[in-house]
T-cell receptor, first 114, second 115 residues
């Protein structure tokens, strides 16, 4: 079985300050992990993914995430928030080969204050 | 950059009516998916489709739902007799392979409102 928990439903940061969006997962296998972003009235855009290569993954728009197996975490960070980062962010887990269903977290709404 | 497209962007229907949601996956992708997101809830997997048949489906995907690839480009989700609780955003996705490392690319969604 697999699951993903996003620890914060809402995060509010000031423009120019760091962003931390937390995600913990559980999986019976060695999972792949993804972060997607959803801007208002838009689809889901892939930010980055972890697939058992480097544990620190760099994505688009300055975001990165670190896979920590010991902590079963895959937190998303960005050094300096921009107003355009305001959106909802989803952590997604995909189990090992041959199983197509991915599991979404409940999402974290990021608010960026000018 | 290739992208998944979905039509319509918003569909309003009466309870009991049939609706068809349309998706055009990325052209070299072989695996197709439907997800839904009820307002305020998480995105939920409905079904995956490969080689003209369903490869996996969730408990949500009951007999009132069906999927089809009627031609070489479209992938459709049909809801036979809509219920109020079918109101949601429906996302189509596609991927090149089914491996867990492969990325699913999502369309912009169709917002279905059942009255």
């Amino acid at each position: 079985a697999q699951s993903v928990t996003q620890l914060d439903s809402h995060v509010s940061v000031s423009e120019g300050t760091p962003v931390l969006l937390r995600c913990n997962y559980s999986s019976s296998y060695s999972p792949s992990l993804f972060w997607y972003v959803q801007h208002p009235n838009k689809g889901l855009q892939l930010l980055l993914k972890y697939t058992s290569a480097a544990t620190l993954v760099k994505g688009i728009n300055g975001f990165e995430a670190e896979f920590k197996k010991s902590e079963t975490s895959f937190h998303l960070t960005k050094p300096s928030a921009h107003m355009s980062d305001a959106a909802e962010y989803f952590c997604v887990v995909s189990p090992f080969e041959g199983y197509q269903k991915v599991t979404f977290g409940t999402g974290t709404k990021l608010q960026v204050i000018p | 950059e290739p992208e998944v497209t979905q039509t319509p962007s918003h569909q309003v229907t009466q309870m009991g009516q049939e609706v068809i949601l349309r998706c055009v996956p990325i052209s070299n992708h072989l695996y197709f998916y439907w997800y839904r997101q009820i307002l305020g809830q998480k995105v939920e997997f409905l079904v995956s489709f490969y080689n003209n048949e369903i490869s996996e489906k969730s408990e949500i995907f009951d007999d009132q739902f069906s999927v089809e690839r009627p031609d070489g480009s479209n992938f459709t989700l049909k809801i036979r007799s809509t219920k109020l609780e079918d109101s949601a955003m429906y996302f189509c996705a596609s991927s090149e392979t089914s491996g867990s490392t492969d990325t699913q690319y999502f369309g912009p969604g169709t917002r279905l409102t059942v009255l």
